[in-house]
T-cell receptor, first 113, second 114 residues
Framework: DAGVIQSPRHEVTEMGQEVTLRCKPI?????LFWYRQTMMRGLELLIYFNNNVPIDDSGMPEDRFSAKMPNASFSTLKIQPSEPRDSAVYFC???????????FGPGTRLLVL | AQKVTQAQTEISVVEKEDVTLDCVYETRDTTYYLFWYKQPPSGELVFLIRRNSFDEQNEISGRYSWNFQKSTSSFNFTITASQVVDSAVYFCALSDTGRRALTFGSGTRLQVQP
């Protein structure tokens, strides 16, 4: 089976531009998580969904960030407008039934100039 | 609140040495899960092990072994006869019924020299 798929793998953009990150979870998994990894803050949760419904978005830094999960096989994380401090690696993970093992995608490395 | 502490920022060993990575956790929940993930230089996060709070049996998988001790809130990871391919950043993580996402430690960078 395919693992978690993320696109793009790398994104370079200029400050003020809109950025959209995409994630396809493992088929059958009912939880989807977005994490961000930076040198300063390490790995931190941004938001997670259960059966396509957002459950905890307390980690979303500010209104510039938004996430959606229109169906069980697709989620997006959008940053509008982007800022240099948003530069990080963004990981998507999925799991089957809460607290079960989370499997991570390869990550999207975002650089905002 | 949950917290995971990995006090060792970086460890350097010579190939074939044994090495132990420490992990101490805090949670108020009685039901929780502990994890170890490996992040090689390529950047992906690779799942290694999951342990639930009711299972304190130690586990061995090849050269890897894990020591879970509830009395000291620790979940340590030992690599026996380390190899260069073990060089990576290793993360300990925790989830519980109060917060279902993972809380990660800051990671331990392991460098295995040939």
């Amino acid at each position: 089976d395919a693992g978690v798929i993320q696109s793009p793998r790398h994104e370079v953009t200029e400050m003020g531009q809109e950025v959209t990150l995409r994630c396809k979870p493992i088929s059958g998994h009912d939880y989807l998580f977005w994490y961000r990894q930076t040198m300063m803050r390490g790995l931190e949760l941004l938001i997670y969904f259960n059966n396509n419904v957002p459950i905890d978005d307390s980690g979303m830094p500010e209104d510039r960030f938004s996430a959606k999960m229109p169906n069980a096989s697709f989620s997006t994380l959008k940053i509008q407008p982007s800022e240099p401090r948003d530069s990080a690696v963004y990981f998507c993970a999925s799991s089957f039934v809460t607290i079960e093992t989370q499997y991570f995608g390869p990550g999207t490395r975002l650089l905002v100039l | 609140a949950q917290k995971v502490t990995q006090a060792q920022t970086e460890i350097s060993v010579v190939e074939k040495e044994d090495v132990t990575l420490d992990c101490v956790y805090e949670t108020r929940d009685t039901t929780y899960y502990l994890f170890w993930y490996k992040q090689p230089p390529s950047g992906e996060l690779v799942f290694l092990i999951r342990r639930n709070s009711f299972d304190e049996q130690n586990e061995i998988s090849g050269r890897y072994s894990w020591n879970f001790q509830k009395s000291t809130s620790s979940f340590n990871f030992t690599i026996t006869a380390s190899q260069v391919v073990d060089s990576a950043v290793y993360f300990c993580a925790l989830s519980d019924t109060g917060r279902r996402a993972l809380t990660f430690g800051s990671g331990t960078r392991l460098q295995v020299q040939p």
